[in-house]
């Protein structure tokens, strides 16, 4: 890149450093909850599919807690180097994509298994076991599991949603949603074993292609998005492989502040780069934020404007 | 949410149910078809009799090998087989198996009498597993 003026924020606003802190309090918490949830659903999965299915999600929630907390120490305490010269605010885009793939494959996975065990109408076996004396059906225990497993991400993703908007962190996101509409892979759950106990036994597998393609739905959605990161694409919105409604803003301040100008944004972590091809910094320049069409507050989401202006005809021919 | 919980009120007295209704058919019949080597324990008919006051009916036992038998229960055309098995036997994940009523020798080489019952058939495995904690229970 030739003829560029860059300005850049070195890092997010110390409010934001004091969310990220929270968000990564909220996700210790998260993991206890989930560990807490895995535990208790393996103590009672017995032959059920949909047990073992929503009891396999469980624990693949543990993944997007333990990407963001990497990501974000590695975000927060990384040290620029010659090696890493941008240090490694786009180590949650990474963390974002591997949860991604790992949510995707284990939901195909899943789902052929269950539609396997429909297919060959397998009957799953729930019977009984001796607890303080009483011989108790399994699969009361398994509802009252699956109920218990409804409560925590239930709180905690409401939680997140918030912090993930303030972060504009699609890691944090994406686990806030997955951990709100795990009432549906619960209630599924439920559903299935309340089947299996009224002789239904195509109920439990059937509940548990439904949460599979669940899992499945949210790892390709959330590969869209991931991988719109990775390969500098224009940046997506937080819930949706859609252009986001700030890139959009800001491409429109961008073409009338420049016209005639061709603009190119991408994402790197939080963070929004944009390029203005064809023209020079203006002088005296105005300042990065002063570009950002939304909320000041929000302004540390722009983190460098480039200018590229036009090479001479002379120099293209000679390169060329 | 509301569904779910309709569901399950409406349900409870009838959890769990037997998809091939095995249990209703022994009362219907009057007779439980069970597969069992030449020679079992006492702990045996102990179970037997247990479940014939349990269900009303009456026990008719085939005797034969082992895995024909079990294919038998698998198809449906037998409701139980007591049989010996190894502690780590395949036949768990083909067959429901009861808790052991008998166990003959010690660690990996053991021996366990259980009853083995047609996959899925939740109430009737549940009161074959019920009888049999009983027997193991009344032995020790």
Redesign the interface.
């Known amino acids: 890149m030739s003829g560029v003026d860059a300005f850049s924020d070195e890092g997010l606003p110390p409010r934001l450093i004091e969310t990220l802190k929270r968000a990564e309090r909220l996700e210790y918490w998260n993991i206890f909850w989930t560990l807490t949830i895995i535990v208790v659903m393996g103590l009672v999965l017995g032959q059920s599919q949909t047990m073992k299915t929503a009891w396999i999600e469980d624990t693949l929630g543990l993944v997007p807690p333990i990407a963001f907390l990497i990501a974000a120490r590695m975000e927060r305490n990384g040290e620029r180097s010659r090696k890493f010269p941008f240090g490694f605010e786009r180590v949650n885009g990474l963390g974002f994509f591997l949860a991604a793939v790992a949510l995707a494959a284990t939901g195909a996975l899943l789902l052929w298994d269950s539609a396997m065990t429909l297919v060959k109408a ?7 076991v ?1 607890i303080f004396g009483r ?1 108790i ?1 399994l ?2 225990l398994m ?1 009252g599991a699956q109920f218990y497993a409804m409560i925590p991400p239930m709180i905690i993703g409401r939680k997140e949603l918030p912090l993930a908007e303030d972060l504009a962190d699609k890691l944090l996101h994406t686990d806030a949603l997955m951990n709100k509409a795990n ?1 549906m892979t619960g ?1 599924a759950g ?2 299935g074993i ?1 089947g ?6 195509w109920a439990d597998s059937a509940a548990a292609a439904f949460i599979s393609f669940d899992i499945l739905h949210d790892g390709l959605k959330a590969i869209r998005s991931s991988t719109a990161e990775l390969v500098d694409g224009t940046p997506r919105g937080l819930s949706s492989p859609e252009l986001s409604e700030e890139a959009e803003l800001l491409e429109a301040r961008l073409k009338e502040r420049y016209p005639g100008t061709s603009i190119r944004l991408r994402e790197t972590g939080r963070l929004i780069r944009a390029e203005v091809h064809g023209c020079h910094a203006p002088d005296p320049y105005p300042g990065t934020a002063d570009h950002w069409p939304g909320e000041r507050e929000r302004s540390w989401r722009l983190a460098q404007i480039s200018f590229v202006p036009d090479e001479p005809e002379a120099d293209r021919s000679r390169q060329g | ?1 509301i569904a ?1 919980g309709a ?2 009120l409406a ?1 409870c007295d ?8 095995s249990l209703d058919e022994i009362r219907a019949r009057s007779t439980i078809r069970v597969g069992a080597a030449a020679d079992v324990p006492p702990e045996a008919s102990s179970l037997l009799r247990m479940l014939e006051t349990a269900t009303g009916a009456q026990a008719r036992r085939t005797s034969g090998p082992v895995e024909p038998l079990l294919q038998a229960v698998e198809n449906g055309d037998l409701d139980l087989v007591i049989a010996p098995f190894r502690a780590d036997t395949p036949v768990s994940t083909t067959n ?1 198996l009861s808790p052991p009523i008998r166990t003959d020798g010690k660690g990996k080489n053991a021996i366990e009498w259980r009853a083995a019952m ?6 009737w ?2 009161l074959v ?2 009888k049999a ?1 009983q027997v193991a229970g009344n032995t020790k």
């Open positions: 397998e009957h799953a076996t729930v019977g009984t001796r011989d059906w699969g009361w509802i009432w209630a439920i559903a309340v299996l106990g009224l002789g239904w036994w | 949410m779910v569901l399950f349900a009838r959890f769990p149910s037997d998809p091939e209704h429901a047609r996959n899925g058939e939740n109430r495995i549940s597993e019920i904690r």
